[in-house]
Every structure is written in structure tokens, then in C-alpha cells.
Nanobody, 125 residues
Framework: VQLQASGGGLVQAGGSLRLSCVAS????????MGWFRQAPGKEREFVGA????????YYADSAKGQFTISRDNAKLMVYLQMNSLKFEDTAVYYC???????????????????WGQGTQVTVSS
């Protein structure tokens, strides 16, 4: 499956953005999906994940109550709604598909074997 993330941009602190990730190829609707981010000079970190049917989600502590993941399998889309953005949310955001780990909703980047190219989110303070 191929993934392409979009929707990033420049936003003022306190604002909102919704990132989208479109999939192509086979298997998307059966894969748990994750969102990760990487800030300059930092390691890639887990943001959250959603089960293949969308019925379960799992968030990093830093994302709870602020970010919401959803998906529309009919449209081959997964979304990351980000509210109350802070300067420290500035990062490149990646969507990823877990096609084979069988670990459920994993926070580990190594569990995901398909990655999008990333979309830049910049929050101005």
C-alpha cells in the first residue's frame, strides 16, 4: 500500500489543522494505521493509531484530548484532527500502515511497514 499525507501548513498557536492520508494499493482497509511526527533534531515519535475498522484508537499521552484519529475505509483515507496546537507540535507528520506486525495498535515505528512522505506542520507562537 502507498500512502500520501497532506494538510500540513503554518498555523498560529491555539489553531487547528486536519491532516489527511490517502492510500492506494491493496490492503488498506485491513491495516491498523498510525500517525507519527518528527521535530527538528528529535527522534520520530508516536502520535496515535487507529484499528482497521476504526473502532479503537490509541494515543500518546502528549496527544490525548488534543488530537483525534479517524478513518474512512471506503475513501481509503485516514485523518488526524489537531486542535489547540502549540509551538511544540511543530514537526513533520507521517502516516503509516501496519501491514504485518499483528501487534494491534502499536506505538513502535518498527511495527509499521508502509510510510507516507510526511507533511510539515508549523505552529507559530
Amino acid at each position: 500500500v502507498q500512502l500520501q499525507a497532506s494538510g500540513g501548513g503554518l498555523v498560529q498557536a491555539g489553531g487547528s489543522l486536519r491532516l489527511s492520508c490517502v492510500a492506494s494499493g491493496r490492503g488498506f482497509s485491513r491495516y491498523p494505521m498510525g500517525w507519527f511526527r518528527q521535530a527538528p533534531g528529535k527522534e520520530r515519535e508516536f502520535v496515535g493509531a487507529i484499528s482497521w475498522r476504526g473502532g479503537s484508537t490509541y494515543y500518546a499521552d502528549s496527544a490525548k484530548g488534543q488530537f483525534t484519529i479517524s478513518r474512512d475505509n471506503a475513501k481509503l483515507m485516514v485523518y488526524l484532527q489537531m486542535n489547540s496546537l502549540k509551538f511544540e507540535d511543530t514537526a513533520v507528520y507521517y502516516c503509516a500502515a501496519d501491514g504485518s506486525s499483528g501487534l494491534g495498535l502499536s506505538p513502535l515505528a518498527g511495527s509499521y511497514d508502509h510510510w507516507g512522505q510526511g507533511t510539515q506542520v508549523t505552529v507559530s507562537s
